[in-house]
């Protein structure tokens, strides 16, 4: 059996590119993913490494095929650490990273990026998900902090979780045009943008290019560089000829 690691657009294209393969299934953190994957091979829920090596055992995986988000750095390490202790092969879907204009604030981490807005004032929108909002609450002091999140119950809890005002909150499903991050950039009057390095797919190229036409200044959070394989088609291949070998 192969394992797929979903929650990202990547891992959604290549469920439809092997639906007519069998011994596969695939997992998301999220009740969200349903609606853009409709099978019952899908199951959701998050699991720390022990669930994790109880899963490959009860399945017979053979092969772990991991398309985390790049900025899921726990699942891909638990992942990776179950493939090593079982001895299972495990490959890696990565993002091609984005090209950072010299003009743009780089960061390495969150904790970088949270220092770097303790010292600043006015009004940012984050585009960086739910995940970490508590931490930015801590330090808004006076600043306006705008979270545009997905559309999803869990996204829309997290923000209750931390009161953020309903006016700070902006949710809706992306990736979005430069046209239209410009728009809602502008609607908001902000002073800084912030933002993950989710690549090409992930529409970073076109907030940067949205804050530079507005002359707002884009926070980019970096992200740990992989090993791995850029070409969704090649591991469609490799998840081919593994499930062959059980013919």
Request: with cysteine.
């Amino acid at each position: 059996m192969i394992w797929i690691i979903g929650g990202t657009s990547e891992a959604r294209r290549l469920v439809n590119k092997i639906g007519d393969i069998e011994d596969f299934i695939i997992t998301s953190a999220t009740e969200s993913e349903r609606q853009f994957i409709d099978s019952p091979k899908l199951i959701i829920g998050r699991m720390n490494l022990d669930e994790m090596l109880e899963f490959v055992e009860d399945r017979n995986i053979e092969l772990i095929v991991d398309l985390s988000h790049p900025y899921a750095k726990i699942v891909s390490k638990n992942a990776k650490k179950v493939s090593d202790m079982k001895n299972i092969k495990y490959i890696r879907y990565i993002r091609s990273q984005t090209e950072i204009p010299s003009w743009a604030v780089y960061l390495k981490s969150y904790d970088e990026c949270i220092s770097y807005l303790k010292n600043i004032s006015g009004t940012v929108f984050f585009t960086t998900g739910s995940k970490n909002i508590g931490d930015f609450e801590k330090i808004r002091g006076q600043n306006r902090f705008i979270y545009r999140i997905l559309p999803a119950l869990e996204s829309i809890e997290e923000c209750r979780k931390y009161n953020v005002h309903m006016k700070d909150i902006v949710a809706m499903l992306g990736p979005f045009s430069t046209k239209f991050n410009k728009s809602i950039f502008h609607e908001y009057d902000a002073d800084y943008v912030v933002m993950k390095d989710s690549g090409k797919s992930g529409g970073t190229l076109e907030r940067i290019n949205a804050c530079k036409e507005l002359g707002i200044t884009p926070i980019i959070i970096g992200r740990t560089e992989e090993s791995g394989i850029e070409n969704l088609e090649e591991i469609e291949k490799l998840i081919r000829k593994y499930s062959r070998r059980g013919e």
